[in-house]
């Protein structure tokens, strides 16, 4: 009788508890969609920012957001995933192996404003380029190594190693083995990490404040060749992303209309990385589905 | 000796010691394997029967703590001398696992992934050798239509038969199977054997079993391991019938294991 009684208890306390988390998530969606909802037009996506004046727009903020991602993850995932099958695949069960893991949970750990400021030391002042886009790249590069390592490394541990032993068992050498066999099959659980990082890149602040900085050229959307300051393109110019602006505008926007506006780009900001976890999850089963089962 | 029961030896192993880090699993022994006939190892669990086989091609490479001493002769090479080079030794010596582990590709790619790494990279000989593979392995007729489709979409004993057709590809001289069937129900385990039976004109096949009815039916010789040693090896009809150790004769009756 105590058990069952026990039992029902212990039931209702973790609902609530759910209920609890779950209503705290959906209540701060659904305040932040609904303060911003209003702004969400093509205009206001498309336009620059205006300085004193009311009716400033994201556009340019937007762009930096999505190019900083992009070259963010042309940086990261090369370096992660390479990171990650080393140490599934390489390295020795050792005391370095060991301080290269320690090493990695330490950067995992490390708060992103501190990961900023290293940026600054190193990516602004040390190479003399200013804030840049690249600058700002790099800082989220170490922002998220752990992460992609880490998920690199699980997926690829979660092969099962009866694959490594029928395709070793081929004549078919370790590297061969790891890319055509074991990295296919780990695909699912590594993009779904790279997808999930891109969430948080997207979102990211602290770290680009002093990197890519909190001021944008005026943009000619026109204009694409790769060393011009006002070429969007330029990875070597200052570059204020979206979550950069919210918190700018929040602190020392000078428009009437600046709460307006970091509301309504604050939910961009959501939607999109809403977007990211929920593509994370459809595109990593559907990859999983496809390698599977069906033809290809 | 007649003309008849002359026999080409293929695998040769000479005080052959495998150990586990401080383990002993296979302890000094010496046989011979003859070419084209089966041979199979029977003994109870943990008796080291599967690690000397993953000897015979180097699988035990893959495990770090895991030595192996005395010398292993297939086909006149000692394939533990640095010279030999593992890949090349692997397609000489091809091996079929326990549990059937087709890679997550289609039923076409399981079986030309090795052969295309290996240098072959012809369309139509791939689709030759495909076919002429899932022939050997009586699996054609079943796949034929969806050789497009994944190979996790057949059962567990067609993926089974895939694999032995995947190891054929690679016309090895040697087959090593570990225990092919004890995961499969009857009806695909009476396949399995009628395929080794098939497959041993063309090649040397070692099998693991721990079905003695199996070994009984399908080998030549046997060989009766225990605690890592080998107790006795003979013709699989003395074995079962008049084994000289009587360890042998407790085990094949069901005694112990």
Known sequence: MKARLMDRAATVVLTLIAVLIIGTLVGLLGFILSQGWHKLNLDFLTSPPDIVNAGGGIGPQLFNSLYLLVLTMLIALPLGIGAGIYMAEYAPDNKITQFIRMSIEVLSSLPSIVVGLFGLLVFVNMTGWGYTLFGGALALTVFNLPLLVRVTEDALRNVPRSQKEASLALGITKWRTIVSVILPAALPGIITGAILASGRVFGEAAALLFTAGMSSPNLDFTDFSMNSTTSPLNPFRPAETLAVHIWKVNSEGLTPDARDVADGAAAVLIIAVLLFNLSARWFGNWVYKKMTSGSN | ?257
């Not at chain 2, 394939?79 to 997550?104: C, D, H, K, T, Y």
């Not at chain 2, 076409?108 to 240098?119: D, K, L, V």
């Open chain 2, 1 to 257: 000796m007649s003309v008849l029961t002359m026999q080409e030896t293929i695998i040769q192993t000479n005080n052959v010691n495998v150990y586990y880090g401080e383990k002993h699993a296979v302890k000094n022994i010496s046989m011979d394997i003859e070419k084209n006939s089966v041979t199979a190892f029977i003994g109870p669990s943990g008796c080291g029967k599967s690690t000397l086989l993953r000897s015979l091609n180097r699988m035990n490479d893959l495990v770090p703590s895991c030595r192996v001493e005395g010398s292993i002769i297939v086909d006149g090479i000692d394939i533990n001398s640095s010279q030999v080079n593992i890949e090349s030794l692997r397609q000489v010596v091809g091996m079929v696992f326990q549990r059937a582990n087709p890679f997550f590709k289609s039923i076409y790619e399981n079986i030309a992934f090795a052969p295309r790494f290996h240098g072959m990279t012809n369309k139509r000989d791939l689709d030759e050798l495909v076919e002429s593979s899932l022939r050997k392995a009586a699996l054609w007729d079943e796949v034929k239509d969806r050789l497009r489709d994944s190979a996790l979409s057949l059962s567990g004993g067609q993926q089974q038969r895939l694999c032995i057709a995947r190891a054929i590809a690679m016309q090895p001289t040697i087959l090593l199977l570990d225990e092919p069937a004890s995961a499969l129900d009857p009806i695909s385990t009476m396949k399995i054997e009628e395929l080794v039976m098939q497959l041993k004109d063309e090649y040397t096949i070692v099998i693991v079993t721990h079905n003695l009815h199996q070994a009984a039916r399908i080998s030549e010789k046997t060989a009766f391991f225990l605690m890592g040693e080998l107790i006795e090896m003979d013709e699989t009809g003395k074995i079962f019938t008049s084994p000289e150790n009587e360890k042998t004769e407790a085990y094949i009756s069901g005694r112990f294991g």
